[in-house]
């Protein structure tokens, strides 16, 4: 019995900041009224995809073009773990979640079950699913944003300077194919409609990669 207590609440922290982030919508009270409301994040029409551009990344991160949505934003997380990969994760989430597997678009990593900047593509990817990785209301975020996690606990160290120089050209593959601007790409606690949290950490340096972005 202890044991079972003992794996069950391990992988419970082991499972990062998505663990932490149950659907809680924001609410509002009309005072005008005895009725509340949600408050909706802005709705932002997609563009069209720009499929012709020679982007120059590696093939896998193009989708097949058969099931390619029009992806609105980005979403930023870390692990909220020191270590982890695709794999890993993708693991924690079907056993501890009961999920249908991981719930990003990307992970990269820092070195410890992957390489140094190594971005790993997911199913959820390859396959155009709807993420599993930032609860809002109407669930916006997972529908719309493309979802990238950093492997890493970044209120405790920041991320590598490979992991940055890698995000840094995802986003930017990311940006170009979707037409997504610099203000549409979010970390997990700054996402309109996420409930409160400290993802991607307090020392992942938002305010620098933002002024890395163009558009
Ligand atoms: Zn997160």
Request: with cysteine; glycine share 8%; proline share 6%.
């Given at each position: 019995?202890?044991?079972?207590?003992?794996?069950?609440?391990?992988?419970?922290?082991?499972g990062g900041c998505i663990y932490n982030n149950?659907?809680?919508?924001?609410?509002?009270?009309?005072?005008?009224?005895?009725?509340?409301?949600?408050?909706?994040?802005?709705?932002?029409?997609?563009?069209?995809?720009?499929?012709?551009?020679?982007?120059?990344?590696?093939?896998?991160?193009?989708?097949?073009?058969?099931?390619?949505?029009?992806?609105?934003?980005?979403?930023?997380h870390h692990s909220g773990t020191?270590?982890?990969?695709?794999?890993?994760?993708?693991?924690?989430?079907?056993?501890?979640?009961?999920?249908?597997?991981?719930?990003?678009?990307?992970?990269?990593?820092?070195?410890?079950?992957?390489?140094?900047?190594?971005?790993?593509?997911?199913?959820?990817?390859?396959?155009?699913?709807?993420?599993?990785h930032c609860?809002?209301?109407?669930?916006?975020?997972?529908?719309?944003?493309?979802?990238?996690c950093?492997?890493?606990?970044?209120?405790?160290?920041?991320?590598?300077?490979?992991?940055?120089?890698?995000?840094?050209?995802?986003?930017?593959?990311?940006?170009?194919?979707?037409?997504?601007?610099?203000?549409?790409?979010?970390?997990h606690n700054?996402?309109?409609?996420?409930?409160?949290t400290d993802c991607p950490g307090?020392?992942?340096?938002?305010?620098?990669?933002?002024?890395?972005?163009?558009?």
């Amino acid at each position: 019995m202890y044991r079972r207590v003992i794996i069950f609440s391990c992988l419970f922290v082991l499972g990062g900041c998505i663990y932490n982030n149950e659907p809680v919508p924001q609410i509002v009270y009309n005072h005008s009224s005895s009725t509340s409301k949600f408050v909706l994040p802005k709705v932002v029409k997609p563009k069209p995809i720009r499929k012709q551009v020679n982007y120059n990344v590696p093939a896998d991160w193009l989708p097949p073009s058969g099931l390619e949505k029009r992806w609105t934003a980005i979403v930023i997380h870390h692990s909220g773990t020191e270590n982890g990969n695709s794999a890993i994760f993708d693991r924690w989430h079907r056993e501890g979640r009961h999920w249908d597997g991981i719930g990003y678009d990307f992970v990269i990593g820092n070195g410890t079950d992957s390489g140094d900047g190594q971005v790993e593509v997911t199913f959820r990817w390859r396959k155009q699913l709807t993420g599993a990785h930032c609860k809002t209301p109407q669930n916006w975020a997972n529908e719309d944003a493309i979802g990238i996690c950093l492997v890493g606990d970044f209120n405790k160290t920041a991320p590598t300077a490979r992991q940055m120089q890698s995000l840094l050209k995802l986003i930017r593959f990311l940006q170009r194919r979707y037409s997504i601007d610099q203000s549409r790409v979010f970390g997990h606690n700054t996402t309109p409609g996420a409930r409160v949290t400290d993802c991607p950490g307090r020392l992942f340096p938002m305010s620098r990669l933002k002024s890395s972005l163009g558009y």
